[in-house]
């Protein structure tokens, strides 16, 4: 991406809105963008009331670690997303769910503006810091775009003619994120920034439902016609995860969402780590106000520097999630410990930390062999149905559970769905001799489940093949039995952990 100075993206805001074919061929390649992506950004929340008042020296220590010891400087963050998601009077520029929560074009203007300040205190900083020698480069910014909910009807008007924007039109959402980057671009090239670059914006909606796509795409677009980079942070069970580039991200940050209660237990960080490496994205590193008290969260903190290392995850670019100031009182702090932890962030950023042997293993999540013909395939005429029927457990798409795909699911999608009681049936073009059986269950939180699976060569008379009606079954369930012939399978759930009469089923696979 091309060094944005003041000059150019006043520019850039001026073509973009006269002449969008020129900027477009002026357009770096997405494969420039990506070589040139910041390394570790830090999430900074500005705006609301219930924020900190940023100031310049608050920003040093995010800027660069210094030993008290020795005196060595250790450079930490190179960019910062400036971001917030509600108003001091509460309204939500994602996650909305009532009309007092719905934002209007006055609140969306705010927004666009408030930045402001924060902006100017840490370039500030960065001068300090400039003056000294002790860093070379300008820092990276990103700003935070607000999700157009498709449930806001009355967002209000942005031209002369009163004309009023309805969300559940897209082309209502365009013309609003068209505005509203307009907006964000003439008030970054009207300040004085001499130490700070703005590298793009940032998608606030943590998950991209299939309403929202295309309208994410065309955000990219604009972006792009810009010269600026699009990024994103979804939560772990996020839809379209392994969609972003498709979406038009030039880069997205994965969150294992493990520090803050433990989700998905001791496999959420090796599940993490499998996830960022099938779909080429980042992490997100997590802590909040708990690490200062919690032994606990300090432990679970000390697990995500133990997997980062193993997994390489500061090898690539990495996003840091600290609510709104825990790295400051980590390093602004008396106490020993919180020191510890401030050296540890900035040792690992540096690639210079080593995980503490006393540290249970990180395990790592395999897949199974899948070796061989999947009978179960659907490119192989099997048809699968599903008992009882309904409308609910059809919108899952029975066949994600045959169509080979092990990676691209989500808390919402991607898996085939029967109720319990109930079964999964999948009938063969004809009779087979199958020996082994593997399925996926699903498994992005630590539920677990009891079924059976029984074989029938004429679709009336059933055998047992696979008893797992005790225990508690998570993720890939291999069995193997002796060679039998089948003509009609079926999986019959019996219990879901989580008190859900759901039985999730991502992939069956029949060898």
Known sequence: MKKLTLISIATLTTLYYLSPIILAEENNSIENSFRKLPKNICLIYNGS??????????????????????????????????????????????????????????????????????????????????????????????????????????????????????????????????????????????????????????????????????TVKQTAEIIHQANLQFYWIPYFTAHNVWAWKNLGFDFIYYQPNYFFNGEGGDTRLGLTAYRIEQFNCGVEMELDNRILDSELHQFRFLRYLQAGTQFKWNQKPMAWYQANDTILKLATSPDKKHQQIYRNIAKFIAQKYQPSDDLPAISIYTIPPRNGLNLAHRNNGTIITIEPTSNFYLSFNLEHAIDGDIDCYSGTSGFACCGIPGEIRIQFTDTLTISRVQMLLYNLDERYYQYRVETSEDGNIWKTIIDKTQGEHRGWQIDTFPPLPVRYLRVIPLFNSTGQNLFQLVELEVY
């Open 49 to 214: 009331t219930s924020r900190r008042q940023w100031k310049a020296n608050d920003f040093i220590p995010y800027l660069i670690y210094q030993d008290q010891q020795t005196g060595d400087i250790l450079p930490l963050f190179d960019a910062f997303l400036l971001i917030e998601y509600r108003t001091s009077e509460g309204k939500l520029f994602w996650g909305a769910t009532n009309e007092k929560e719905f934002p209007d074009v006055h609140d969306w203007e705010w927004l666009a503006s408030v930045w402001n300040n924060c902006l100017n205190e840490l370039n500030q900083a960065v001068k300090i810091l400039h003056d000294k020698n002790t860093i070379e480069k300008d820092i990276g910014i990103i700003i935070t775009i607000p999700e157009p909910s498709i449930n806001i009807h009355n967002f209000g008007s942005i031209s002369t003619d009163n004309t009023n924007l309805n969300f559940q039109n897209e082309a209502d959402r365009i013309t609003a994120i068209r505005w509203y980057i307009k907006k964000v671009l003439a008030e970054f090239s009207s300040a004085p920034y001499s130490h700070l670059k703005l590298l793009g914006f940032y998608w606030l909606g943590e998950s991209i439902p299939p309403t929202m796509e295309n």
